[in-house]
Nanobody, 121 residues
Framework: QVQLVESGGGLVQTGGSLSLSCTAS????????MYWYRQAPGKQRELVAF???????NYADDVKGRFTISKGNTKYSMLLEMNKLKPENTDDYYC???????????????WGQGTQVTVSS
């Protein structure tokens, strides 16, 4: 069974910083690209950033220069450093990873349970 667990959300003032972490655990062969998504109530989930196995990163335009995605210290973990936060960054943030669960399976995107980020004005 594969689990992705996020941590690090919370309440911060405008201009402040937060760090989110995500770790994939359980029984699987490997995790490839890992992602951060965001979702506001009543809206579609949107990609914030991703990091590939070779370390390539990509960001949504509105977070470039303020957010940094990186691999964590443990295997299949990642971080999202969020700086200069704005009220419009208030969302639920979800981590996801493309994971090969078994040798006879195929890559499938698994999701964490989400963590709330609130930026007060």
């Amino acid at each position: 069974q594969v689990q992705l667990v996020e941590s690090g959300g919370g309440l911060v003032q405008t201009g402040g910083s937060l760090s989110l972490s995500c770790t994939a655990s359980g029984s699987f062969i490997r995790a490839n690209t890992m992602y951060w998504y965001r979702q506001a109530p009543g809206k579609q989930r949107e990609l914030v950033a991703f990091i590939s196995t070779d370390g390539t990163t990509n960001y949504a335009d509105d977070v470039k220069g303020r957010f940094t995605i990186s691999k964590g210290n443990t295997k299949y973990s990642m971080l999202l450093e969020m700086n200069k936060l704005k009220p419009e960054n208030t969302d639920d943030y979800y981590c996801a990873a493309d994971i090969l669960a078994s040798h006879w399976g195929e890559l499938k995107r698994y999701w964490g349970q989400g963590t709330q980020v609130t930026v007060s004005s």
